[in-house]
């Protein structure tokens, strides 16, 4: 092809990709967005390992470190140019890599890959350590990046800064391979001795690629917390470093269009599997075997002789098929269907919650729905993601929903960091968030969420008068996760011990993630408390029973807390959850005599005869059965709007589950349970419902 041609798809490329965010849908602008930051870091990667052959499966902690810096300067120096913030980034991150680089010198092969594995681990510790910072678990909000007068980036804006961003980087690259560097970098990749008798000086190259390769990432790092606009540590796992290594070697190693092709593909295949997040990494780990053994020099290699006319017509056709995609009027409402959806865990801490509220508690009341005929002749469609209880895959999840598969409302997500990740983001869409699995006071009073549970201030409110006024204990401790679930609660008993003039004996938290809480409970005992609350998910909660067993601490009463308080989780601590008690929010699924349990029974039975009734998917029915009545009530003009009319009017709803209910200007669907004791592995009710008004 001669240099005019080349030149002329070059510009016609450049015209396809400029014109991209007005023509296509919104999620796939967010989506191109993500793109073009996995491209800067796959182009980084493949210079320190195509290049210099030194295998890095740390670049997950170089992002995080250029996340977090790019976050800090935008919170703390807002006024700070866009461009300096993403230089910032980069020259953090390659500091680091430096002093990271220089100790691994010595280290080559499976040496070098364990310790970019270890240093992956010691940066996500760093970031919940420097919690006061990070805001740790709980995950960081990114301000709106600026440009000066011109006022915050919406998502077109992002997606130039992130293509102009990797489009300067890709071109670094391709003019860096060119240099002596370059080629000192493909000696060493070729032989280590080769290169040192030729008289390159090995190590100084080994540690310029890794503070290059480091540059490249922090850069991307701040080019993904502009993008995502939410950080949590859990994003930066092990699994997002084998993502990285799988584009490089999908797409070449040592080819910077490779790194291009690579980035892209698995961005786009990711995303394709965000409903499958148990199997992706089976998925990709069979892709990178794949690659090894049937094509090592990757895609670049294999089509090598592609025409650049063939790309730029790919690029083209998409341009065209975005262009080509219908709006909706109301979004997620037609003539014959109602379409809503939510991120939420089917894999991860909370995997069994997660599927039972969904596919066997929501679902299962619109299957009973649309086989009567539908809601005001609408047939009610959902449509879910997994976040694994991550919340930056919660905010990615989200929006896709909304922006690529256009739901009405999200319904029952679950968790309280992946629902407080997106709350912005939903509110500022306006669209409504019904009946969320957690308990957090924040989501009170706004206009387009209303609660799932009992707030934990109101359940903190009932346990402590009760266990007080009614148990006459006097002496508490707390066992909680460390985040913003945990702290809820925690704040909460604070206040409500206050109340009755007492504090906490003590308070040991968990990170999130950690089984480990024997040094908790050592605490915790010698702190000898008449009862102990557990905050926790199901995993530490367990443990923290075994453990409490194991050490004969009987004098203390466990009281689960939230979501914790179920047969199911309690039952991982076996017999050791025997006498736990705990406010339960849901009577007893399998042998409750009220008509609307007997109803859910009877539906499960008929539909889904293999699962057994369970607490999580009754509140999952329990909510669609609240969000069906809300649009039976808003009528055949349904919009958002109408919808949430309709829900603030609901007066002495009998759902036949729970007291009938009324729902206020605070937007909250319960304020009551009861008090429950674990015998012989089922709860047994000791009071009747209690009430926190």
């Known amino acids: 092809m001669s240099p005019r041609a080349r030149r002329g798809l070059l510009a016609a490329l450049a015209v396809g990709l400029a014109a991209w965010p007005w023509v296509a849908p919104r999620y796939f602008v967010f989506l191109a967005s993500l793109v073009f930051v996995n491209v800067v870091v796959a182009l980084g990667l493949n210079l320190l390992s195509g290049y210099t052959n030194q295998l890095s499966f740390g670049h997950a902690g170089f992002l995080a470190i250029g996340a977090y810096t790019a976050a800090l300067v935008a919170i703390y120096a807002p006024r700070v140019p866009v461009v300096v913030t993403l230089l910032a980034a980069g020259v953090v991150t390659a500091l680091v890599g430096l002093a990271f680089g220089v100790p691994c010198l010595r280290l080559g092969g499976l040496y070098l890959t364990m310790a970019t594995l270890a240093f992956g681990f010691v940066i996500v510790e760093a970031i919940l350590s420097l919690d006061a910072l990070t805001h740790g678990a709980d995950g ?351 704040t909460a008993y604070e206040k409500d011990l206050a109340r009755h003039n007492l504090k906490l004996a003590a308070a040991e938290a968990v990170k999130r993630g950690v089984t480990d809480v024997s040094a908790q409970i050592a605490k915790l005992r010698a702190a000898a408390p008449q009862v102990t609350f557990l905050v926790l998910t199901p995993g530490p909660g367990a443990q923290a029973l075994k453990e409490r067993q194991k050490t004969g601490w009987t004098d203390t009463v466990m009281v689960s807390s939230g979501p914790l308080t179920d047969e199911k989780y309690l039952g991982l601590a076996g017999d050791a959850a025997e006498g736990v008690e705990g406010l339960s929010l849901w009577p007893d699924p399998l042998i409750s005599d009220l008509p609307g349990v007997k109803a859910y029974r009877a539906a499960m039975q008929k539909y889904f005869d293999k699962n057994e009734p369970n607490r999580y998917s009754l509140s999952g029915y329990f909510a669609a059965m609240l969000f069906v009545e809300g649009v039976k009530r808003a009528g055949r003009t349904l919009t958002r709007e109408t919808l949430i009319g309709a829900l603030e009017n609901v007066r002495n709803f009998d759902s036949g589950i729970l007291p009938p209910l009324s729902i206020g200007p605070d937007h909250e669907t319960q304020k009551q349970g009861f008090w429950v004791r674990v015998e012989q592995g089922r709860f047994k009710p000791l009071t009747d419902w209690l009430k926190s008004d």
Do not use: W
């Open 140 to 490: 960081l909000r990114v301000p709106a990046v600026r440009l000066g007068a011109f006022g915050t980036f919406g998502d077109t804006g992002r997606y130039y800064l992130t293509a102009v961003t990797a489009t300067l980087m890709v071109a670094a690259a391709v003019n860096l391979v060119r240099t002596r560097t370059g080629r000192a970098f493909l000696a060493i990749r070729e032989s280590e001795i080769a290169a040192q008798a030729s008289g390159v000086p090995v190590a100084a190259y080994k540690t310029i690629a890794f503070g290059l390769s480091a540059f490249y990432t922090g850069v991307a790092g701040g080019l993904f917390a502009f993008v995502v606009g939410f950080l949590s540590p859990d994003a930066f796992d092990v699994f997002l470093s084998v993502d990285f290594v799988v584009m490089i070697i999908l797409g070449g190693l040592g080819s910077v269009p490779g790194s291009v092709v690579g980035a892209v593909i698995v961005t786009v295949l990711h995303d394709s599997l965000a409903a499958f997040q148990n199997y992706r990494p089976l998925i990709f780990g069979v892709i990178l075997i794949a690659c090894m053994r049937f094509m090592p020099g990757g895609i670049a290699a294999a089509t090598r002789r592609m025409s650049m006319r063939l790309v730029v017509s790919l690029v083209l056709a998409l341009v065209t098929l975005a262009a080509a995609l219908p709006a909706g009027a109301e979004q997620g409402v037609t003539d014959t269907e109602i379409v809503i959806g939510c991120s939420n865990s089917f894999s991860g801490p909370l995997a069994y919650t997660g599927e039972q509220a969904t596919r066997y508690g929501v679902d299962l009341y619109l299957k009973v729905v649309n086989d009567a005929g539908g809601v005001n002749g609408r047939k009610v469609r959902s449509v879910y993601y997994d976040d694994a209880y991550k919340p930056q895959e919660a905010v990615a999840n989200t929006r896709k929903l909304l922006e690529q598969d256009r739901i009405f409302a999200v319904i029952a997500p679950q968790g309280t960091p992946p629902v407080m990740a997106t709350l912005e983001y939903l509110d500022e869409n306006r669209v409504p968030l019904l009946f969320p699995f957690q308990g957090s006071p924040v989501i009170r009073g706004r206009k387009y969420v209303f609660s799932g549970m009992t707030l934990y201030d109101r359940q903190s409110k009932m346990m402590i008068d009760y266990l007080v006024g009614h148990r006459k204990f006097k002496t508490f401790g707390v066992l909680y996760q460390d985040d913003d679930y945990g702290k809820a609660f925690l």
